[in-house]
């Protein structure tokens, strides 16, 4: 073996054992309120789980605290169990409670036929859940194809074209997309009950998964040498994934929380700091981190 390979596996162990620690050290129950996923986990039953799961995430753009207060305001709409309000929902009825919402690129009307759509679904296959299975199959190599056939289902909920907003909402892997918040909330759903996850959909294996591609995650891959591709698409999310296979093939996408949360912390920003980089975890697999170790000491 060259030595260059040598010296290669000798980082890639390094890391693996780094990425691991950081997984374990972090403490996801701290980080709750600064990730979607602390709305979902107010409710106890798993079918309005699903339901405000795909809410959340499907919102989840820009920052916590911009996004927040629109699905809050939804929910605040949906009364005491969102899985009925959904699974009931009349459009008619509903739209002028929902006249004057906005999010960035939604307006209320995607709102509107969102929760349409989704209805339409959960009267079709009994739940979100039910919907998502239906699309699944064994022999898949990854989430890719049951993730398109689910979107699918949604757009062809309603005989209406979609809008630019919710075209936004739900994109699909068939168009090349990273589908990022399609990717968290399968995390969520699938991944299992970790305090974080929810692990409802159990036919599906972890091992399937592509990692929700966050802004975050992009750069901190990167600096690991975990994609040397340019275009955030679902591709870089595979490449990104196959990666992670490496350090633990069952479950690869378990270190997303921790390492998109490197980020949204600030324990790694934008802007190279070498005292964080010196405090990391990371540190010695990381080509920024390990630059960053090489100025200090000289
Ligand atoms: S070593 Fe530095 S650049 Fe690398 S992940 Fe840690 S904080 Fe970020």
């Known amino acids: 073996m060259s030595v260059p390979g040598v010296k290669r596996l000798r980082l ?21 309120q600064a990730d979607p996923i602390e ?16 809410l959340s995430a499907t919102l989840a753009y820009g920052r916590v605290g ?30 002028p409670r929902f006249k004057g919402l906005y999010y960035r690129f939604n307006r209320s009307e995607d709102f509107v036929s969102f ?26 190599e990854d989430i890719g194809p049951a993730l398109s056939g689910f979107i699918a289902a949604l757009h062809a909920a309603r005989p209406d074209a979609l809008s630019r907003g919710l075209a936004y909402m739900l994109p ?14 399968l995390r969520w759903m699938i991944r299992p009950d970790d305090g974080i996850d929810f692990g409802f959909w159990k036919a599906i294996p972890s091992s399937k998964l592509i990692i929700p591609l966050d802004t975050h995650v992009i750069r901190i891959a990167a600096y690991l040498g975990l994609s040397r591709r340019k275009s ?25 929380f921790a390492l998109c949360h490197l980020g949204i912390s600030g ?31 000289s």
Request: aromatic letters at 6%.
């Open 115 to 140: 929760l349409d759509r989704m209805g339409q679904v959960i009267r079709q296959h009994d739940s979100l859940g039910r919907c998502f299975l239906s699309h699944y199959r064994e022999a898949d």
């Open 66 to 95: 911009l996004f927040k207060p629109v699905v809050e305001k939804i929910l605040s709409l949906c009364g005491g169990s969102p899985f009925r309000y959904v699974a009931t929902f009349d459009a008619k009825r509903e739209r």
């Open 267 to 297: 324990d790694c920003p934008l802007q190279a700091d070498p005292e964080k980089c010196e405090a990391c975890l990371l540190r010695e697999g990381c080509r920024r981190g390990r630059r960053a170790l090489r100025r200090i000491a």
């Open 232 to 256: 955030p698409d679902w591709k870089m999310a595979k490449e990104i994934t196959e990666a992670l296979k490496r350090f633990d093939p069952a479950d690869p996408v378990k270190y997303d």
């Open 12 to 32: 890639h162990k390094t890391l693996g054992k780094q990425i691991e620690a950081l997984h374990r050290v972090r403490q996801p129950q701290a980080r709750l």
């Open 39 to 54: 709305m979902p986990r107010r409710y106890r039953d798993p079918l309005d789980i699903e339901v405000v799961g795909l």
């Open 172 to 185: 699909s892997p068939e168009a090349g997309s990273a589908c990022k918040r399609l990717n968290l909330y």
